[in-house]
């Protein structure tokens, strides 16, 4: 079975520092794999994936996230964070089923801006 | 588009009640997926479905069903509600049901059951 680990429940950074949220998944087969952010009481959205080709990957907004496959790792980084970051991150990892999408989620990694 | 929509926005149930949560999207998209979101747990799936008159279960079944007749709509019904299952609900829908594909999450329901 998939797991995704998120080492980090909580994470404060102060405003302009940089963060990196971490993601460790297991798999045995090639994956997809993918960073959702929520906002307070909001759905979830995509941040960014990676499907293949360049291991790196970044966002409309400044963050990057790197695909390690020999680490099996995906985390996630900022170099310098701002306010309306604050949020809850998910870590996510698709992988088929008989041919059908699952999703396995992470626990969720939330990010705290301090002024 | 409106994307995926929710509703209700909140809702308290006594135990045993039962109740629907809707969940409709306008951008034709074939997959669609009820999950909870609990506290330190990440979120869950509870059913899926891959097109209209096609569901399955999830990681977290009972207590739920579900049925899709047509490609919009996705309902999830709570048969009995129990305090174990006061969370947050999302729908979600993606085009297809490949492993690429990006997951478009409604608002969310939260529930209360006393």
């Known amino acids: 079975a998939q797991s995704v680990t998120q080492l980090d429940s909580q994470v404060p950074v102060f405003e302009e520092a940089p963060v990196e949220l971490r993601c460790n998944y297991s798999?045995?087969?090639?994956?997809?794999l993918f960073w959702y952010v929520q906002y307070p009481n909001q759905g979830l959205q995509l941040l960014l994936k990676y499907l293949s080709g360049s291991t790196l990957v970044e966002s409309i907004n400044g963050f990057e996230a790197e695909f390690n496959k020999s680490q099996t790792s995906f985390h996630l980084r900022k170099p310098s964070v701002h306010i309306s970051d604050t949020a809850e991150y998910f870590c996510?990892?698709?992988?088929?089923?008989?041919?059908?999408?699952?999703?396995?989620f992470g626990t969720g990694t939330k990010l705290q801006v301090i002024p | 588009n409106a994307g995926v929509t929710q509703t209700p926005k909140f809702q308290v149930l006594k135990t045993g009640q039962s109740m629907t949560l809707q969940c409709a999207q306008d951008m034709n998209h074939e997959y669609m997926s009820w999950y909870r979101q609990d506290p330190g747990m990440g979120l869950r799936l509870i059913h899926y479905s891959v097109g209209a008159g096609i569901t399955d279960q999830g990681e977290v079944p009972n207590g739920y069903n579900v049925s899709r007749s047509t490609t919009e709509d996705f309902p999830l019904r709570l048969l009995s509600a129990a305090p174990s299952q006061t969370s947050v609900y999302f729908c979600?829908?993606?085009?297809?049901?490949?492993?690429?594909?990006?997951?478009?999450f409604g608002p969310g329901t939260r529930l209360l059951v006393l």
């Open positions: 798999s045995s087969v090639s994956v997809y």
């Open positions: 996510a990892v698709t992988h088929f089923s008989g041919g059908y999408q699952k999703v396995t």
């Open positions: 979600a829908s993606s085009y297809s049901p490949w492993g690429r594909e990006t997951q478009y």
